[in-house]
Every structure is written in structure tokens, then in C-alpha cells.
């Protein structure tokens, strides 16, 4: 066995050296500097489709979207730096002719049993990677992950905790997410269903509910809510003794119940004054 020696002359070996770390430099500035344009122009993306949801809430939504590009800007750069690291030393021990086969061997099998035994993990940081560059939900967020409903507490590469109505907090793997329900991006929709009885006139009906929504878009309480005059889209329905009217109204994002619960409450009142009468409740037939 012939020992492997460093190789080095004089002045080929720290020139070659010395232009590897330059290349090394130099790719990592303009990797870096790739970057954060990217961040940059995924949340000016982001802010613009926003926008054009009609999303009031700037404030909260730049900082969102600030976390975010923060998030994936340090992630990339630790990769970049990892990596063109590596690549630089790898180079550097080649220049010195130091033999690399065991190293890269060992690394390869080691590599392999990581990548066996960290399957479900690798996946999960994948799919927090995604979900963050997507903006599929963030902090605040109402969501409908398939198995919880809850409000988004933090959103982590490997890991999302979200608290459900109940106060119990949720944490799911972000792997095991295949679908998600945002009900906070943009704007909600509020549906009211208003029962009278089949023989009410609709057309009366409509007209009193119409004078209701828009006392309710007048409120000063729900103006800032409504993002534009709630509608009385008709009839509904027709049972046995019951019509129902259907009242819509597009909300801001999580508002839709508050605005549910106003319509409601002053639509069957008003219909009260009105001396509309409510469904009619019709005896059971008497069973054989």
C-alpha cells in the first residue's frame, strides 16, 4: 500500500485554491442576492392578489407576509451556505489530492439510512415549505385542515398548531395535510335564511328585508364589516306551511357569523312590525 501524500507545488496549488474559494464567493453573493429578489417579488405577488380580494387588514397582511419572506430567506440561505460550503472543501481536497472515494462512500450509505429512517420527516418539511411559499393559511387564519377546524396559532416548517372552537390546541404534521379550507384569505360570505309562512305575498316580504340590510349597511357598528350592501336574492325554498328567504352578504374575512346573527335578529323583527306571519307548524298525520 502506497500512502496517499497532500500534492502541493508551488505556486499552481494555493492559485487553485485560492480560485476556488473566489468561485465560491462569487456564487454565494449572487445565489443570496437571487434570493432575497425572489422573497421580494413573491410578496409583492402576494400583497397584489390581496388586494384585489379586497382585504382591508394591511397591517396585519404585510407583517404576515414580512414573516413569510423571512422565513424562506433565512431556509434558502442556510441551504446555499450548507451546500456551496460542502462544494467548496470537497474542491479543495481534490486540489490537494486527498482521496475522497471513502468519504463520499461513507456519506452515501449514511445519507441512504437517513433518507430511510426521516421519510415522513423529510415530507413534512417539504410540504411546510410549500404551504409557506403558497401562502396557503398564516397565523390568524380560520382553517378547515380536513380532520380539525381551528384558528392558526403558528405555522412551522414540520409542524402547525391550530386551536379548535373548543379552546383545544391541535398540532399537525404538515405531511399529513392534504387539503386545506381557508375561510380568512380575502372575504366571507354571510347567508341568511328567513322562514315565513307560504301564504305571505314574497314580493312584501323582499321589500321589508331589503329596508332591513340596508339600515344594516347604514350601521356605523357594520359599515367597516360589509365590504358592499347585503342582498335579498329571493325565494329560497317552499315546504309545507314555510318560504324561506334567502339574504346574502359579503363580510370581511371572519365576520360572516356577527353579521348572520344582526340580519337575523332585525329581519324577524321587522317582519314582526310588518305583521308577517312566521312558518305555521302543520299536526302530524296520525300514524296507522
Do not use: C
Request: hydrophobic letters at 45%.
Amino acid at each position: 500500500m502506497v500512502p496517499y501524500a497532500i500534492e502541493w507545488s508551488w505556486p499552481e496549488t494555493p492559485l487553485a485554491i485560492a480560485i476556488t474559494i473566489a468561485v465560491a464567493v462569487v456564487a454565494r453573493w449572487l445565489l443570496l442576492r437571487g434570493i432575497r429578489r425572489a422573497s421580494r417579488l413573491a410578496v409583492e405577488r402576494a400583497n397584489a392578489r390581496r388586494q384585489q380580494q379586497g382585504s382591508d387588514s394591511e397591517a396585519l397582511l404585510a407583517a404576515r407576509h414580512a414573516a413569510r419572506a423571512a422565513t424562506m430567506g433565512s431556509l434558502l440561505r442556510s441551504v446555499v451556505n450548507a451546500t456551496i460550503a460542502v462544494l467548496a472543501v470537497l474542491t479543495v481536497l481534490a486540489i490537494l489530492n486527498i482521496p475522497l472515494t471513502p468519504l463520499l462512500a461513507s456519506a452515501g450509505v449514511g445519507g441512504v439510512a437517513l433518507g430511510f429512517g426521516a421519510q415522513s420527516l423529510v415530507k413534512d418539511y417539504l410540504s411546510g415549505i410549500f404551504m409557506i411559499v403558497e401562502d396557503q393559511y398564516g397565523v390568524g387564519d380560520l382553517v378547515d385542515l380536513g380532520d380539525v377546524t381551528g384558528t392558526v396559532e403558528d405555522v412551522g416548517l414540520r409542524v402547525t398548531r391550530v386551536r379548535d372552537g373548543s379552546g383545544q390546541v391541535w398540532y399537525v404534521r404538515n405531511g399529513e395535510i392534504v387539503r386545506v379550507g381557508n375561510q380568512s384569505q380575502g372575504w366571507s360570505t354571510a347567508v341568511v335564511d328567513i322562514p315565513v309562512d307560504t301564504t305571505e305575498n314574497s314580493t312584501r316580504v323582499i321589500e321589508v328585508l331589503d329596508a332591513v340590510v340596508d339600515a344594516v349597511h347604514a350601521d356605523p357598528d357594520w359599515s367597516s364589516v360589509l365590504l358592499e350592501t347585503p342582498k335579498v336574492v329571493g325565494v329560497q325554498s317552499v315546504e309545507a306551511g314555510r318560504m324561506t328567504i334567502r339574504v346574502i352578504a359579503k363580510t370581511q374575512p371572519n365576520q360572516a357569523a356577527g353579521v348572520q346573527r344582526v340580519i337575523l335578529d332585525r329581519g324577524l323583527q321587522a317582519l314582526k312590525d310588518a305583521g308577517v306571519k312566521g312558518p305555521r307548524v302543520l299536526p302530524t298525520p296520525p300514524t296507522l
